[in-house]
T-cell receptor, first 111, second 116 residues
Framework: KAGVTQTPRYLIKTRGQQVTLSCSPI?????VSWYQQTPGQGLQFLFE???????NKGNFPGRFSGRQFSNSRSEMNVSTLELGDSALYLC??????????FGPGTRLTVL | AQSVAQPEDQVNVAEGNPLTVKCTYS??????LFWYVQYPNRGLQFLLK??????LVKGSYGFEAEFNKSQTSFHLKKPSALVSDSALYFC??????????????FGTGTQLKVEL
């Protein structure tokens, strides 16, 4: 069974631009969560989608948004990028609560 | 609000010796606790979880963790460390009162270094 895939793996953007990251969950998993990992703030929860609906949301500004499609694939978007948005963005999928499988992440660098 | 503390930024241990990586938590309801490991430039790999039941949980790669409700701790242990265990370890908690979702709160991580 294929694991969680995230595209692209690496991304370089400049301040003010926007970016879209993609996550394909494990087949059959309906929950997708997103996390941001930075050296300073560690791992922080962004949001979770389940059956195309946002189920949980972390404490991030409105520049961070996401969505989930009917095939459970998810995208997250960051608008008006700031230097502090440079991070590893991790996606996790889940078939049931309390069992998440993480993808390799997308490394975003904002210049 | 839920929180997790990993008091040690780094733990050094000799290969073959037992290892312990510490974790304490704070939640409003019953805790669901997890350990993940991260190798350089990789995502998180699940090691083990405590949901309910036996306080000693056994996981992948010979790791185990002990849930202690009175001390609100969930320390990760392994009887005999391997050099290949060297990685970044994260403890995480989900509060049952957060609803039906998968929101995890992570600790700051502990870098484990196993030396020959």
């Amino acid at each position: 069974k294929a694991g969680v895939t995230q595209t692209p793996r690496y991304l370089i953007k400049t301040r003010g631009q926007q970016v879209t990251l993609s996550c394909s969950p494990i087949s059959g998993h309906r929950s997708v969560s997103w996390y941001q990992q930075t050296p300073g703030q560690g791992l922080q929860f962004l949001f979770e989608y389940f059956s195309e609906t946002q189920r949980n949301k972390g404490n991030f500004p409105g520049r961070f948004s996401g969505r989930q499609f009917s095939n459970s694939r998810s995208e997250m978007n960051v608008s008006t990028l700031e230097l502090g948005d440079s991070a590893l963005y991790l996606c996790a999928s889940s078939l049931q609560v309390n069992e998440q499988f993480f993808g390799p992440g997308t490394r975003l660098t904002v210049l | 609000a839920q929180s997790v503390a990993q008091p040690e930024d780094q733990v050094n241990v000799a290969e073959g010796n037992p290892l312990t990586v510490k974790c304490t938590y704070s939640v409003s309801g019953n805790p669901y606790l997890f350990w993940y490991v991260q190798y350089p430039n990789r995502g998180l790999q699940f090691l083990l979880k405590y949901i309910t039941g036996d306080n000693l949980v056994k996981g992948s790669y010979g790791f185990e963790a002990e849930f202690n409700k009175s001390q609100t701790s969930f320390h990760l242990k392994k009887p005999s460390a391997l050099v290949s265990d060297s990685a970044l370890y994260f403890c995480a908690v989900r509060d049952e009162l957060t609803g039906g979702g998968n929101k995890l709160t992570f600790g700051t991580g502990t870098q484990l270094k196993v030396e020959l």
